[in-house]
Structures are given as C-alpha cells and as structure tokens.
C-alpha cells in the first residue's frame, strides 16, 4: 500500500481505493442476493459473558466503558465489547429473533469486526468479513453443504482477484479415519494435521507418536490421509487404499464426495477436496471450508466456514448451521498493495458543468439537473474561473467529460482524454456506457 | 417497532426492515453520487485525544481497552474510543491525507456512531449518520452552501418519509444583528434563543434580561428576530424592519439570501429562512441548517449541519468546509415504527425452484444458474418434500414464483398470488419488473 495506516491495524482508503472496496462489496451483495440471502446487520456490541463463551479468544477483545462512568469491573459478563466475528452476533440474532424468522433461514451480513492483535501483513485490528450462512431450526439438510459451497465459489469468481481454490474437508471422514485407525483422540490429531502447512510432516509424526499416542504406522497412515487432494472424487478410493474403516468415515467420505461431484460439475477447477485442512479449534462437526488465492498463499486463508451441528441453541432447541465467511478487508488490501485493479476516477462525477460567468450557476444547476434526471453524476463548478483551471479540476479527479453553456444557450461538451469537443443538449446527451460508472479495472 | 432490541440503545432489524434501511442507504448513496460526492469511511476508533478536544463532549464517549491488557489509564490521550460523530474523524482524515486529496474535496460517508448516552425515543447508542461535507484547501466558496442545502433537499426527497423542512440560518446574521443591538456577547445570546422551542419567549427573555445584560427593547429584537421565518427572501425585508444595523448583519442577509433564492426556485416548499436556528454548542461561523419531518417534529432534527470556518487545521494551513449529517437510524426507526413503508418480501428470492425428486437437485440448480445468470434472484429447495410444502417454504418468505420442472424436461412456473401457472423457459422467462427488486412501499 502507497500509505501507511495512522494507527497500525486500522487501515483506511483513500477515495479511489475505496471505491475498490465498495466494488467488491457490492458484488458480494450482488451475489448473494442472486442465491436468495438475505442481508442483516447485528450491534457491534456484545456482552462480555456472550463472546466469552469460548473461552479461549479472550486476549483478542476489546472492552467498551463509558469514560464517565466509574471504574468498571473486566470481569463483569454484563460489560459490552466490540464483536470479533459475525458468527457469535448471528448465533444470538438467530435465538433472540427465532419466532420472527423463516428457517432454514439463510443470511448475508458485511460488517467491521475488531480483534486487538497484533498487526501483521493481512491482519488487521478493524477489518470487514462478508458471511453467508444457512441456519435451520433442529435440522438442516447436507445438500446447503454443497449449496454454500457452489455460492462463494460464485462469489469470489466474480472477484477482481484472480484465481482461487476453495478447499473442502470433512470432520467426520477425518474422525472416522482416525477412529478406525484405533486412535481415539481425534480432536489431539487435527490439532497435530493442523500444524503441517507450518512445521512439516516429519515434526507432525512426532507429536502424534510422542503426544498423541500413535504408533509409527499410524501416524504414517493420518499423514498419508493428510496428504490426499483431488479436484475430482477420486479422494474416496485413495482414502479407501489406506485400508481403514469406519462408519463415521463412511459418512464423511460420502457427504465430501456430494461436494466435490457438484463442484466439479458447477465450478470446475476452483473447489477441491483437500484432505489436510482441519480447521484448528472451530467447532465445526462435517464440512470444513478454506480459501488461498493462487500465487498469494502466504495471505493464509482468505474465505473459511464449515458446518456447525448446533450454530445456536436455546434450552434444548439447536440451530444447526452451515456459512463461511470472506475477509474482505485481507482481499481488499492485497487487490490495492498489487495494484490487481484500480478505479477509473476518484470521484463518481462524469460531467464537470463549468461556469463562464458568475451569473451562469443558475443555468449550470439546470443542466446539472438534466443529466442527474437521467442518472448522469456531475458536479458544477463553484466560480467562473479562467476556463483552464476549471478543466484542471476536472482533470485532477480524473472526470471525463467538461461541459460548456454558450451565451447563445447552446451546449458543447468535451472529452478532456481525447481533447474532441461536440455540440450537445443536457436532456439527451449520453457518455459512453463505460464512462457512466466508475468503473474498476 | 415491533420488538424491542435485546439491549437498550442499540437497535437490529429483521431481514424485511433491514431492506428498508438498505433502501435508505442505497438512496442516499445514489443521490450523493449523483452530485460528485465520493464515498470514504474511516476506522470506528479515534484516539481519546483526538475525540476530546470539543471538551464539554467527553461524557458521550465509549472507550476502549484490550481485555487481555492490563489496567490503563483512563486519562491516557492516546488510548482508544469509538467515534460519536463522523465529523472529527472526517476533520483528521482530511489533514492525514491532505497531500493525496484533490481540493474542494467533497464526500459522503455513511457509518455507524456510538454514544453512550441515555437510550430514548429517536435516540440510540449505536446508529448510522450520511454525512455529506466539502472542504476546502485554505478557502472555500460560499456557492458550497447554496449547493449542499440543494444536494440534501434532492436527497430528502428521494427517501419515503414524507414532507419535510429544511430551516436555515446564519450565525453572521444573528451575531450582526445582536452586535449591531448592542449585545457584545453573542454566544451567550445564542444559547438563550437556542433554548426557545423548549421554554418558550417569555422564560427566554427572562434569561437574555437577568443573564445576558440585555435591556427589555433588546431581549425584545432578538425575540423578533428569532420569529421570523419565510419560504422566499422576504426575510430581508421584515429583519430590516427592526430597525438593526451592522455590516456582518448585511453579510449574513446575502448569504442566506443566496441560499434562500436558490432553493426557493429548484425545491420549492422545501427549504426555509427559519432565524430562530441556532445550532447551539457547535462551532459554526456562518450557514447552519435543521430539518424537521413533518408532523414528526418531535423527533427533533433529522438532518443538521453548517459552514465551518476551520473544519480542521494543521499548523498555518486551515480546512474550512460546509457539511450537513442525516439521522439514518433515526429516519429508519420512524418509518419503522409508523410503517411508513414496507419491503415486498422478507428476502431477495424472486423464484423458489422446487424439488419433483431428490435427484432432481442437479437440474434445479441448471435452472436457478440460467435465471441468476440475468440478474433474477432465486433459491433451490433443499429437498424433495411434497409440493405443497415446497409452496408454504416460498409463501412464508414472500416469494412470488415457485417454478416446477416436469419429467419431460418442461418447465413451468406459478405466481403463487394470483395462482396463475404458466409455461416458461429458463432461459427466456422474467419475472414482472415490479417483481424482480425487492421493492419499498
């Protein structure tokens, strides 16, 4: 990025940049709509005993107090605090508001969240997420699996970022293997295969072997099932070649296989089955989701998600639930620092209205008005300046088109890139469709 | 509103009137565009000192502090806390990013604002301001104030929330003609007449007499002055008539003169010399404007804002802008609450395709791609269960047209309102404009 943040982790656009951003958002809102979400806000707030709930993110949350209110109590669950994901605030809109939703109920939400750590390259303290999820109310078919899948692989292909490959796992193949393996900790192997990408497999085998309890073969065996990934379905038979078996496995080969064979059906190429993705420590109990974006794999992942059994629960209801969520401010600066895209302008007008007198700002509104009529942005100019520094401003900003009101009434507008000036009237001139928004390209 | 929020002051909406606040936004972002603003946001936290330099200010503020840090010092300037307007932020941003801005630099910016302020009726801790500002390098041309009050009538009028009425007045006038009284503390007369809706002339005189040092004839002028208010430039006239005269009075009559005779003639009704605005505590130096719904007067100002000689200033160099914010959350909340209008359905689907068979699921999906593919938003049911359930699924949303493919590859597809069932293609069926937006009436 051409500037840095005034205060580390907290970074800002300048317009042109921003308008990079609200494209991508917009496009987000565009694609999710197409699938039928529908779009919901939750307070940035939560209380303290609401985000705590899993205990181990605690260092990352920012605490509000009131600075006239007297000291507070940290400890106090009452206490409010900005939300660091969008899923907790989901989990507790969907509980609170249940009687008002339609389930399964599916959502997109596109807010800021805030986690106090430190700022690194694509790590932010206030960052935008884009989530989708579908939430049922006891039950939710497996078939939104392969649904949410399909979606963002839509989403992030209509993105300015190049190409992507979203990499699919199951919990339950991963349990069941580990299971029919004989190893019966399976949440202490994940944990293990969570660490591959960072320390290698031969330092995975030993934690397996040392902490974990598994012999050498097995260890060789939920490396060998680590390493497995396919764009195809052909992940079963090399999962079945390693000669486990499980009904848990059974399950998790099937349910991946119903992913896998819908996306490389839908989205060729982009969906894959990656058997070493485990998740880390989210509560996900089937299908797990991650996201690199080729040739940017050292940003880490870029849109993760999997499936919850139970999303919320209130008493004994459960919300079972399915989502991902894209960091769209990691995208965002990574399509700005390489320059992926850029706006056309910095600003939305497309017609600069100049003044050749004082006296004309009247008539200046009034085809200003005739243009915005017909959805045309424009700005006029704010003092009959000498007619070249009228066009610098436009010029600066990167608008188009100027335009010129004769003392005889007529209208001449000029394309300041190509220096052609034609004759036109403000109640049906046009500029090129491509020039109307400010496109990013 | 129909529920109450599950924490005071902080409001969420239902996906149906998460579209009408949608609406709102998307409004008023078409209407800034339209007239050259250029969007920004910027990070939800300040530094305290940044925030606290309007001192009197400081009880509204929410601070911040990593649970996970130790104790800190409250005092600290350069601890955290969370913006409660949009202009001290936007006042830092300017002078931060002066070298890469182009001057007159004009935005919007629409966010989300904390206040930890006692929650009541239109008043809430955590809402949503548009702001509009220009602001200038050094200077900044009056013409700016004439614009801003035109660019917020055109944007009023767009948004379904009635008649309304922009009041304007200028400090210049006011301060003129209390100097010109012989009143030599116009502030203090200022914050008397800025308490005159709520206690009424009588107590008002009472104060500018006992208080202010003013003479019965002088509390009497000032009254008058206060009382005048008209929908064309005659306001001239009638302050003339009392007899005052000084030259910043004169200044301050051309000036709201200008913006009077220009909206007078482009948004007739809409905008008035109303000369008992004061504006109080805020730091304007010439234009300041208020607007009120109609028939909604008690939910006070919807709409504020002035001329700031300095808007921000680093070292020499001074930013002086003009600029006015909208109350979204509060506008949102009234149409709300009198149903002022409503979304068509609850999410954006226009068509439910529906399931004959669970095979059937890859077929579906080819038909929901061919209508996504020209901008109509669908859904896919999850399951094959009876029709008629796959119906209520898309009625208990709002959604109007289910579609059923047969077993000899025929599509049709039924408006579930009118029961009409009707042959369609895929690739060549719409659904009725009005139909293919969720709309707001």
Partial sequence: ?????????????????????????????????????????????????????????????????????????????????????????????????????????????????????????????????ADIDVVGDGSLPFSYDVELALTIADALSALPIGDFRLRVNNRKLAEGFYRGLGLDDPDAVLRAIDKLEKIGPQKVAEILTTEVGATAEQAEKALALAGICTSDVSFVEQVRALGVAHELLDTGLDELSQVISAASKRAPGKVVADL??????????????????????????????????????????????????????????????????????????????????????????????????????????????????????????????????????THEVKDIRSGEQISADPVNWNPPAGDLVNSVN
């Avoid at 699938?35 to 709930?53: C, D, K, P, S, Y």
């Avoid at 995208?331 to 007198?357: C, K």
Wanted: charged share 25%; hydrophobic share 40%; glycine share 8%.
């Fill in 1 to 129: 990025m051409a500037r840095k943040a005034s205060l580390s982790g907290f970074p800002e656009w300048l317009p042109a940049e921003r308008v990079v951003e609200q494209h991508v958002l917009d496009t987000l809102r565009r694609v999710f709509e197409l699938h039928g979400f529908a779009n919901i806000e939750t307070r940035a707030v939560e209380t303290r005993g609401q985000l705590l709930r899993k205990g181990e993110i605690d260092k990352e949350v920012y605490g509000l107090s009131r600075l006239a209110a007297e000291d507070e109590d940290k400890n106090d669950p009452n206490a409010l605090a900005l939300h660091f994901d969008l899923t907790v605030p989901f989990a507790r809109y969907v509980v609170e508001n249940a009687g008002h939703l339609a389930f399964p109920f599916r959502r997109y939400q596109m807010q800021k969240v805030w986690r106090g750590e430190r700022p690194q390259d694509g790590r932010f303290r206030e960052f935008t997420q």
């Fill in 276 to 409: 070493s993705i485990a998740r880390g420590l989210d509560y996900y109990t089937g299908t797990v989701y991650e996201t690199v974006l080729v040739g940017h794999e050292s940003l880490g992942s870029i849109c993760s998600g999997g499936r919850y059994e139970s999303l919320a629960s209130k008493g004994k209801k459960t919300y079972p639930g399915v989502g991902l969520s894209i960091g769209v401010t990691r995208l965002v600066s990574r399509i700005l620092g390489e320059e992926l895209v850029s706006a056309a302008r910095s600003v939305p007008s497309v017609v600069y209205v100049t003044l050749a007198n004082e006296d004309a700002w009247h008539e200046a509104q009034d085809v200003a008005a005739a243009l915005r009529e017909r959805g045309i942005a424009c700005e006029v100019a704010s003092s009959a300046e000498k007619f070249g520094k009228q066009i610098k401003y436009a010029d600066r900003r990167g608008i188009p088109f100027v335009w010129f009101t004769h003392a005889d009434g």
